[in-house]
Protein backbone atom coordinates (compact mmCIF):
# COMPACT_ATOMS: atom_id res chain seq x y z
CA UNK A 1 0.00 0.00 0.00
CA UNK A 2 2.35 2.60 0.76
CA UNK A 3 4.52 1.49 -2.60
CA UNK A 4 1.55 1.93 -4.55
CA UNK A 5 1.11 5.60 -2.59
CA UNK A 6 4.46 6.77 -3.90
CA UNK A 7 3.80 5.67 -7.35
CA UNK A 8 0.92 7.78 -7.68
CA UNK A 9 2.28 10.55 -6.12
CA UNK A 10 5.28 10.32 -8.35
CA UNK A 11 2.72 9.35 -11.66
CA UNK A 12 0.51 12.70 -10.91
CA UNK A 13 3.56 14.99 -10.96
CA UNK A 14 4.49 13.43 -14.76
CA UNK A 15 6.27 16.62 -15.66
CA UNK A 16 8.65 16.41 -12.78
CA UNK A 17 8.97 12.52 -13.19
CA UNK A 18 10.23 13.35 -17.06
CA UNK A 19 12.43 16.03 -16.21
CA UNK A 20 14.18 13.83 -13.38
CA UNK A 21 15.14 11.47 -16.31
CA UNK A 22 16.00 13.89 -19.02
CA UNK A 23 18.20 16.20 -17.34
CA UNK A 24 20.79 14.04 -16.15
CA UNK A 25 20.66 12.63 -19.87
CA UNK A 26 21.39 16.11 -21.37
CA UNK A 27 23.54 17.23 -18.49
CA UNK A 28 26.04 13.93 -19.23
CA UNK A 29 25.69 14.46 -23.08
CA UNK A 30 26.45 18.20 -22.22
CA UNK A 31 29.81 17.83 -20.15
CA UNK A 32 30.85 14.75 -22.20
CA UNK A 33 30.91 16.96 -25.69
CA UNK A 34 32.18 20.17 -24.04
CA UNK A 35 35.48 18.15 -22.56
CA UNK A 36 35.89 15.94 -25.69
CA UNK A 37 35.07 19.18 -27.99
CA UNK A 38 37.93 21.37 -25.27
CA UNK A 39 40.62 18.15 -24.97
CA UNK A 40 40.33 18.06 -29.00
CA UNK A 41 41.00 22.02 -29.65
CA UNK A 42 43.61 22.25 -27.58
CA UNK A 43 45.80 19.61 -28.86
CA UNK A 44 44.12 20.13 -32.74
CA UNK A 45 45.11 24.35 -32.33
CA UNK A 46 47.79 26.23 -31.95
CA UNK A 47 48.73 28.51 -28.72
CA UNK A 48 50.38 32.08 -30.24
CA UNK A 49 53.21 32.58 -28.10
CA UNK A 50 54.89 36.32 -28.21
CA UNK A 51 58.69 36.07 -28.10
CA UNK A 52 61.06 39.43 -27.62
CA UNK A 53 64.75 38.09 -28.23
CA UNK A 54 67.05 40.16 -26.51
CA UNK A 55 69.89 37.63 -27.02
CA UNK A 56 69.79 36.92 -30.47
CA UNK A 57 72.86 34.97 -30.05
CA UNK A 58 73.34 30.63 -31.01
CA UNK A 59 71.27 29.65 -28.10
CA UNK A 60 68.21 31.76 -28.54
CA UNK A 61 67.83 30.67 -32.05
CA UNK A 62 67.85 26.95 -31.11
CA UNK A 63 65.20 27.75 -28.14
CA UNK A 64 62.95 29.65 -31.45
CA UNK A 65 63.87 26.66 -33.40
CA UNK A 66 62.56 24.17 -30.80
CA UNK A 67 59.43 26.61 -30.22
CA UNK A 68 58.42 26.70 -34.35
CA UNK A 69 58.89 22.70 -33.93
CA UNK A 70 56.31 22.19 -30.89
CA UNK A 71 53.25 21.30 -32.58
CA UNK A 72 50.97 23.25 -29.56
CA UNK A 73 52.96 26.70 -30.16
CA UNK A 74 52.96 29.24 -32.64
CA UNK A 75 55.70 31.84 -32.37
CA UNK A 76 55.09 35.47 -33.00
CA UNK A 77 57.96 38.17 -32.76
CA UNK A 78 56.01 40.77 -34.88
CA UNK A 79 53.18 42.71 -34.89
CA UNK A 80 51.93 44.74 -37.98
CA UNK A 81 55.65 44.30 -38.97
CA UNK A 82 57.37 45.87 -36.16
CA UNK A 83 59.22 44.43 -33.29
CA UNK A 84 57.01 43.88 -30.10
CA UNK A 85 59.32 44.71 -26.91
CA UNK A 86 58.54 43.65 -23.43
CA UNK A 87 56.34 46.44 -22.19
CA UNK A 88 53.87 45.69 -25.08
CA UNK A 89 53.94 42.12 -24.56
CA UNK A 90 53.25 42.28 -21.34
CA UNK A 91 49.98 44.68 -22.02
CA UNK A 92 48.89 42.34 -24.86
CA UNK A 93 49.56 39.28 -22.30
CA UNK A 94 47.11 41.26 -19.52
CA UNK A 95 44.60 41.76 -22.08
CA UNK A 96 44.19 38.54 -23.12
CA UNK A 97 45.27 38.73 -26.83
CA UNK A 98 47.95 36.31 -25.97
CA UNK A 99 47.75 33.95 -23.75
CA UNK A 100 52.33 33.63 -23.40
CA UNK A 101 55.04 35.67 -24.10
CA UNK A 102 59.06 34.68 -23.27
CA UNK A 103 61.55 37.19 -22.96
CA UNK A 104 64.82 35.80 -23.53
CA UNK A 105 67.37 38.30 -21.53
CA UNK A 106 70.70 39.89 -23.25
CA UNK A 107 73.70 38.15 -23.31
CA UNK A 108 72.16 34.83 -22.93
CA UNK A 109 74.36 32.97 -24.84
CA UNK A 110 77.76 34.49 -24.70
CA UNK A 111 77.53 34.13 -20.62
CA UNK A 112 76.27 30.29 -21.07
CA UNK A 113 78.97 29.79 -23.32
CA UNK A 114 81.61 31.52 -20.73
CA UNK A 115 80.19 29.60 -17.33
CA UNK A 116 80.14 26.45 -19.59
CA UNK A 117 83.48 27.28 -20.89
CA UNK A 118 84.72 28.07 -17.19
CA UNK A 119 83.54 24.85 -15.56
CA UNK A 120 84.56 22.69 -18.54
CA UNK A 121 88.10 24.57 -17.79
CA UNK A 122 88.56 23.85 -14.09
CA UNK A 123 87.43 20.18 -14.64
CA UNK A 124 90.10 19.90 -17.21
CA UNK A 125 92.36 21.11 -14.84
CA UNK A 126 92.19 19.00 -12.38
CA UNK A 127 93.32 16.07 -14.73
CA UNK A 128 96.32 19.20 -16.02
CA UNK A 129 95.30 19.26 -19.02
CA UNK A 130 95.57 22.63 -19.17
CA UNK A 131 98.75 23.31 -17.61
CA UNK A 132 99.75 26.16 -20.02
CA UNK A 133 96.36 27.72 -19.68
CA UNK A 134 96.00 30.26 -16.94
CA UNK A 135 92.21 30.35 -16.31
CA UNK A 136 90.87 33.67 -15.72
CA UNK A 137 87.10 33.20 -13.86
CA UNK A 138 84.98 35.61 -14.94
CA UNK A 139 81.57 36.55 -12.24
CA UNK A 140 78.35 35.40 -14.43
CA UNK A 141 74.72 35.65 -12.73
CA UNK A 142 72.03 33.35 -13.34
CA UNK A 143 70.28 34.35 -16.58
CA UNK A 144 66.35 34.10 -16.44
CA UNK A 145 64.04 33.47 -19.55
CA UNK A 146 60.75 35.48 -18.63
CA UNK A 147 57.39 33.72 -18.97
CA UNK A 148 54.36 36.53 -19.41
CA UNK A 149 51.28 34.16 -18.97
CA UNK A 150 47.30 35.46 -19.33
CA UNK A 151 45.91 35.28 -15.68
CA UNK A 152 43.08 33.48 -16.77
CA UNK A 153 45.56 30.41 -18.09
CA UNK A 154 44.82 27.21 -16.47
CA UNK A 155 48.03 26.02 -13.55
CA UNK A 156 48.08 22.72 -15.58
CA UNK A 157 48.73 24.40 -19.16
CA UNK A 158 51.24 26.76 -17.40
CA UNK A 159 52.65 23.76 -16.20
CA UNK A 160 53.39 21.88 -18.96
CA UNK A 161 54.84 24.89 -20.95
CA UNK A 162 56.92 25.76 -18.26
CA UNK A 163 58.44 22.12 -18.28
CA UNK A 164 58.61 21.80 -22.22
CA UNK A 165 60.90 25.06 -22.20
CA UNK A 166 63.02 23.67 -19.09
CA UNK A 167 63.46 20.65 -21.05
CA UNK A 168 64.55 22.52 -24.05
CA UNK A 169 66.77 24.47 -21.99
CA UNK A 170 68.58 21.65 -20.54
CA UNK A 171 69.08 19.74 -23.70
CA UNK A 172 70.38 22.88 -25.06
CA UNK A 173 72.91 23.42 -22.38
CA UNK A 174 74.15 19.96 -22.66
CA UNK A 175 74.78 20.42 -26.21
CA UNK A 176 76.95 23.56 -25.05
CA UNK A 177 79.07 21.26 -22.65
CA UNK A 178 79.71 18.82 -24.99
CA UNK A 179 80.55 21.55 -27.55
CA UNK A 180 82.62 23.16 -24.84
CA UNK A 181 84.56 20.19 -24.43
CA UNK A 182 85.18 19.46 -27.94
CA UNK A 183 86.80 22.80 -28.57
CA UNK A 184 88.87 22.37 -25.28
CA UNK A 185 90.26 19.27 -26.27
CA UNK A 186 90.78 20.39 -29.98
CA UNK A 187 88.79 17.75 -31.41
CA UNK A 188 87.96 17.83 -34.98
CA UNK A 189 85.87 15.30 -35.65
CA UNK A 190 82.39 15.38 -33.54
CA UNK A 191 83.16 12.42 -31.11
CA UNK A 192 80.01 12.97 -28.85
CA UNK A 193 77.13 11.44 -29.50
CA UNK A 194 74.35 13.75 -28.47
CA UNK A 195 71.11 11.77 -29.58
CA UNK A 196 68.73 10.84 -26.52
CA UNK A 197 69.54 8.31 -24.05
CA UNK A 198 66.85 7.83 -21.85
CA UNK A 199 62.98 8.02 -23.31
CA UNK A 200 59.41 7.57 -22.05
CA UNK A 201 57.30 4.31 -22.96
CA UNK A 202 54.10 4.61 -22.14
CA UNK A 203 52.45 1.13 -20.96
CA UNK A 204 48.73 0.59 -20.29
CA UNK A 205 48.41 -1.72 -17.90
CA UNK A 206 46.95 -5.43 -18.59
CA UNK A 207 44.42 -6.96 -17.06
CA UNK A 208 43.46 -10.80 -18.52
CA UNK A 209 45.83 -9.93 -21.16
CA UNK A 210 43.51 -7.06 -22.39
CA UNK A 211 45.13 -3.87 -21.99
CA UNK A 212 43.16 -1.20 -19.94
CA UNK A 213 43.00 2.06 -21.59
CA UNK A 214 40.34 4.31 -20.33
CA UNK A 215 38.65 7.28 -21.86
CA UNK A 216 36.57 10.45 -20.82
CA UNK A 217 33.28 8.72 -21.49
CA UNK A 218 34.39 5.97 -18.65
CA UNK A 219 34.47 8.89 -15.89
CA UNK A 220 31.80 11.04 -17.47
CA UNK A 221 28.97 7.93 -17.35
CA UNK A 222 29.91 7.33 -13.90
CA UNK A 223 30.54 10.05 -12.87
CA UNK A 224 27.32 11.64 -13.81
CA UNK A 225 24.79 8.99 -13.31
CA UNK A 226 26.03 8.87 -9.84
CA UNK A 227 25.06 13.04 -9.27
CA UNK A 228 21.60 12.21 -10.84
CA UNK A 229 20.88 9.24 -8.57
CA UNK A 230 22.02 11.66 -5.55
CA UNK A 231 20.03 14.08 -6.94
CA UNK A 232 16.84 11.74 -6.40
CA UNK A 233 17.16 13.86 -2.62
CA UNK A 234 15.55 16.78 -3.70
CA UNK A 235 12.42 15.28 -4.69
CA UNK A 236 12.19 12.87 -1.63
CA UNK A 237 12.75 15.15 0.59
CA UNK A 238 10.20 17.58 -0.86
CA UNK A 239 7.41 15.03 -1.24
CA UNK A 240 8.26 13.87 2.36
CA UNK A 241 7.63 17.62 3.64
CA UNK A 242 4.27 17.88 1.58
CA UNK A 243 2.88 15.13 2.87
CA UNK A 244 3.44 16.94 6.54
CA UNK A 245 2.22 20.32 5.31
CA UNK A 246 -0.84 18.77 3.69
CA UNK A 247 -2.18 16.15 6.33
CA UNK A 248 -1.34 13.37 4.43
CA UNK A 249 1.41 12.05 7.02
CA UNK A 250 -0.88 12.61 9.99
CA UNK A 251 -3.49 10.52 8.39
CA UNK A 252 -1.26 7.55 7.48
CA UNK A 253 0.50 7.36 10.98
CA UNK A 254 -3.23 6.45 11.82
CA UNK A 255 -3.35 3.26 10.38
CA UNK A 256 -1.49 0.07 11.74
CA UNK A 257 1.52 0.37 10.12
CA UNK A 258 5.05 1.11 11.42
CA UNK A 259 6.71 4.43 10.42
CA UNK A 260 9.37 1.92 8.91
CA UNK A 261 6.61 0.39 6.54
CA UNK A 262 6.37 3.75 5.02
CA UNK A 263 9.62 4.53 4.31
CA UNK A 264 10.09 1.31 2.40
CA UNK A 265 7.63 2.11 0.16
CA UNK A 266 9.38 5.21 -0.22
CA UNK A 267 12.40 3.26 -0.51
CA UNK A 268 11.34 0.95 -3.47
CA UNK A 269 9.60 3.53 -5.18
CA UNK A 270 12.39 6.13 -5.55
CA UNK A 271 15.28 3.26 -6.15
CA UNK A 272 13.11 2.29 -9.26
CA UNK A 273 13.44 5.82 -10.68
CA UNK A 274 17.53 5.57 -9.55
CA UNK A 275 17.86 2.45 -11.34
CA UNK A 276 15.91 3.54 -14.38
CA UNK A 277 17.81 6.85 -14.44
CA UNK A 278 21.00 4.27 -14.35
CA UNK A 279 20.34 2.47 -17.37
CA UNK A 280 19.32 5.37 -19.30
CA UNK A 281 22.59 7.05 -18.86
CA UNK A 282 24.43 3.40 -19.47
CA UNK A 283 22.27 3.32 -22.99
CA UNK A 284 23.29 6.57 -24.31
CA UNK A 285 26.99 5.99 -23.31
CA UNK A 286 26.74 2.83 -24.96
CA UNK A 287 24.85 3.41 -28.15
CA UNK A 288 23.86 7.04 -28.47
CA UNK A 289 27.66 8.52 -27.43
CA UNK A 290 29.11 6.68 -30.55
CA UNK A 291 26.69 8.71 -33.39
CA UNK A 292 27.91 12.07 -31.74
CA UNK A 293 31.57 11.61 -32.32
CA UNK A 294 32.45 10.41 -28.81
CA UNK A 295 34.66 7.81 -27.60
CA UNK A 296 32.69 4.72 -27.20
CA UNK A 297 31.72 3.73 -23.64
CA UNK A 298 33.57 0.82 -23.04
CA UNK A 299 32.53 -1.99 -19.85
CA UNK A 300 35.26 -3.90 -19.37
CA UNK A 301 33.45 -5.43 -16.09
CA UNK A 302 30.52 -7.41 -15.39
CA UNK A 303 26.77 -5.19 -16.39
CA UNK A 304 25.07 -7.16 -13.30
CA UNK A 305 27.74 -5.75 -10.80
CA UNK A 306 27.33 -2.42 -12.52
CA UNK A 307 23.54 -2.44 -11.43
CA UNK A 308 24.48 -3.80 -8.17
CA UNK A 309 26.87 -0.97 -7.32
CA UNK A 310 23.64 1.38 -8.82
CA UNK A 311 21.79 -0.51 -6.18
CA UNK A 312 23.48 0.42 -3.16
CA UNK A 313 24.40 3.96 -3.98
CA UNK A 314 20.98 4.68 -4.87
CA UNK A 315 20.30 3.14 -1.21
CA UNK A 316 22.30 5.48 0.22
CA UNK A 317 20.99 8.63 -1.83
CA UNK A 318 17.75 7.43 -0.82
CA UNK A 319 18.58 7.32 2.60
CA UNK A 320 19.82 10.82 2.51
CA UNK A 321 16.66 11.92 1.36
CA UNK A 322 14.85 10.13 3.90
CA UNK A 323 16.80 11.80 7.02
CA UNK A 324 16.33 15.56 5.49
CA UNK A 325 12.77 14.91 4.64
CA UNK A 326 12.39 13.57 8.53
CA UNK A 327 13.76 16.47 9.95
CA UNK A 328 12.85 19.33 7.79
CA UNK A 329 9.37 20.86 8.97
CA UNK A 330 9.25 23.17 5.37
CA UNK A 331 10.23 22.94 1.64
CA UNK A 332 12.27 25.95 1.74
CA UNK A 333 14.78 24.13 4.10
CA UNK A 334 14.24 20.66 2.89
CA UNK A 335 14.87 22.11 -1.19
CA UNK A 336 17.91 24.18 -0.57
CA UNK A 337 19.56 21.88 1.68
CA UNK A 338 19.33 19.06 -0.29
CA UNK A 339 20.53 20.41 -3.68
CA UNK A 340 23.46 21.95 -1.83
CA UNK A 341 24.43 18.69 -0.27
CA UNK A 342 23.92 16.84 -3.78
CA UNK A 343 26.54 19.54 -5.21
CA UNK A 344 29.03 19.56 -1.84
CA UNK A 345 28.83 15.69 -2.27
CA UNK A 346 29.62 15.95 -5.91
CA UNK A 347 32.91 18.03 -5.15
CA UNK A 348 34.19 15.93 -2.56
CA UNK A 349 33.27 12.75 -4.30
CA UNK A 350 35.38 13.19 -6.86
CA UNK A 351 32.96 13.99 -9.69
CA UNK A 352 33.71 17.18 -10.80
CA UNK A 353 38.05 16.69 -9.76
CA UNK A 354 39.98 13.87 -9.21
CA UNK A 355 40.51 13.11 -4.72
CA UNK A 356 44.35 12.83 -5.76
CA UNK A 357 44.57 16.82 -6.99
CA UNK A 358 42.82 17.94 -3.65
CA UNK A 359 43.94 19.63 -0.48
CA UNK A 360 44.95 16.52 2.41
CA UNK A 361 42.36 17.99 4.26
CA UNK A 362 39.53 17.48 1.80
CA UNK A 363 41.46 14.05 0.47
CA UNK A 364 40.16 13.31 3.97
CA UNK A 365 36.61 14.36 3.07
CA UNK A 366 36.31 12.34 0.51
CA UNK A 367 37.49 8.78 1.99
CA UNK A 368 33.84 9.65 4.02
CA UNK A 369 31.79 10.40 0.89
CA UNK A 370 28.97 7.97 0.07
CA UNK A 371 29.42 9.26 -3.46
CA UNK A 372 33.00 8.62 -3.33
CA UNK A 373 32.64 5.09 -2.48
CA UNK A 374 30.05 4.84 -5.15
CA UNK A 375 32.48 6.43 -7.93
CA UNK A 376 35.24 4.18 -7.05
CA UNK A 377 32.96 1.34 -7.43
CA UNK A 378 32.04 2.20 -10.56
CA UNK A 379 35.42 2.68 -11.50
CA UNK A 380 36.34 -0.84 -10.34
CA UNK A 381 33.94 -2.59 -11.85
CA UNK A 382 34.15 -0.55 -15.60
CA UNK A 383 38.16 0.04 -16.38
CA UNK A 384 39.85 -2.46 -13.13
CA UNK A 385 36.90 -5.58 -14.55
CA UNK A 386 37.36 -6.33 -10.50
CA UNK A 387 34.89 -9.26 -9.28
CA UNK A 388 31.90 -8.84 -7.10
CA UNK A 389 34.57 -9.82 -3.62
CA UNK A 390 37.29 -6.86 -4.35
CA UNK A 391 34.25 -4.10 -4.56
CA UNK A 392 32.45 -5.85 -1.47
CA UNK A 393 33.92 -3.45 0.95
CA UNK A 394 32.84 -0.17 -0.77
CA UNK A 395 29.25 -1.87 -0.97
CA UNK A 396 29.14 -3.05 2.35
CA UNK A 397 30.08 0.93 3.08
CA UNK A 398 27.04 2.18 1.16
CA UNK A 399 25.23 -0.38 2.45
CA UNK A 400 25.85 0.38 6.07
CA UNK A 401 25.66 4.66 4.79
CA UNK A 402 21.70 3.48 4.45
CA UNK A 403 20.79 1.51 7.26
CA UNK A 404 22.57 4.46 9.52
CA UNK A 405 20.14 7.13 7.88
CA UNK A 406 17.42 5.03 8.13
CA UNK A 407 17.88 4.24 11.52
CA UNK A 408 18.45 7.74 12.46
CA UNK A 409 15.15 8.58 10.58
CA UNK A 410 13.32 6.21 12.72
CA UNK A 411 14.57 7.24 15.86
CA UNK A 412 14.18 10.86 15.35
CA UNK A 413 10.52 10.62 14.69
CA UNK A 414 9.81 8.39 17.22
CA UNK A 415 11.62 11.02 19.81
CA UNK A 416 9.44 13.50 17.76
CA UNK A 417 6.21 12.31 18.68
CA UNK A 418 7.14 10.79 22.07
CA UNK A 419 7.70 14.76 22.71
Not at 56 to 75: A, F
Not at 347 to 376: E, R
Request: negative net charge; contains cysteine; charged residues 20%.
Amino acid sequence: MATYKEFLLLKRDFGGLIILFLMPLVLVITITIIQESTAQQIFNSKLSVLLIDNDKGELSQSIISNLDQNKLLKVVDKIDGELVDEEKANDLVLQGEYKLAIVIPEGLTENLNTKVSQNVSKILDQFEFNEEKEIVEKEISTQQIKLYFDPTLQNSIRNAIKNSIDNMVSKIETQSIYKAFKDELEIEEDVFDNKEFVSFLEINPQKNNVEIKPNSVQHNVPAWTLFAIFFIIVPLSINMVKEKSQGTFVRLKTNPISYATILGGKVIVYLAVCLIQFALMLLVGLYLFPYLGLPNFEVNGSYFLLFLVAIFSGLSAIGIGILIGTIADTQEQSAPFGATLVVILAAVGGVWIPVFAMPKMMQIFAQISPMNWGLNCFYDVIIRDNSFMEILPELLLLGLFFVGMMAISIYYDKAKNRV
